[in-house]
């Protein structure tokens, strides 16, 4: 069973900076892929960024949601199974709870990852 750990949450002010990690164990990255969803309080979860995990050719590729693109860096580090998000220029409406995904890849879908593992999640609070 894959399992995922996020860390990284704090509360910070408006126009700031925070990275999330998410190591993963049990994962086979070749081939599979790893994102972040972001549910705030009241709102339906909300599909943030996905990342190719992997060495290969393919692998590293990046998909944004619309509203945190340019913001927002997903990134991976393959030898120690994590990935980061990197969230600069947070505003108000980013603050939520983050989680960590982890699944097949899907290009049918936007998000082009399947969500077949889920992490506990972190909290980002960003205040004025």
């Known amino acids: 069973q894959v399992q995922l750990v996020e860390s990284g949450g704090d509360s910070v002010q408006a126009g700031g900076s925070l990275r999330l990690s998410c190591v993963a164990s049990?994962?086979?990255?070749?081939?599979?892929?790893m994102g972040w969803f972001r549910r705030a309080p009241g709102n339906e979860r909300e599909w943030v960024a996905t990342?190719?995990?992997?060495?290969?050719?393919?692998?590293?590729?990046?998909f944004y949601s619309d509203s945190v693109k340019g913001r927002f860096t997903i990134s991976q580090d393959n030898a120690k199974n994590t990935v980061y998000l990197q969230m600069n220029s947070l505003k108000l409406e980013d603050t939520a709870m983050y989680f960590c995904?982890?699944?097949?890849?899907?290009?049918?879908?936007?998000?082009?990852?399947?969500?077949?593992?889920w992490g506990q999640g972190t909290q980002v609070t960003v205040s004025s």
């Open positions: 995904t982890a699944g097949r890849r899907d290009v049918g879908l936007l998000r082009r990852c399947q969500e077949n593992y």
């Open positions: 049990r994962y086979t990255s070749s081939g599979n892929c």
């Open positions: 990342v190719y995990t992997g060495a290969g050719l393919y692998d590293g590729r990046t």
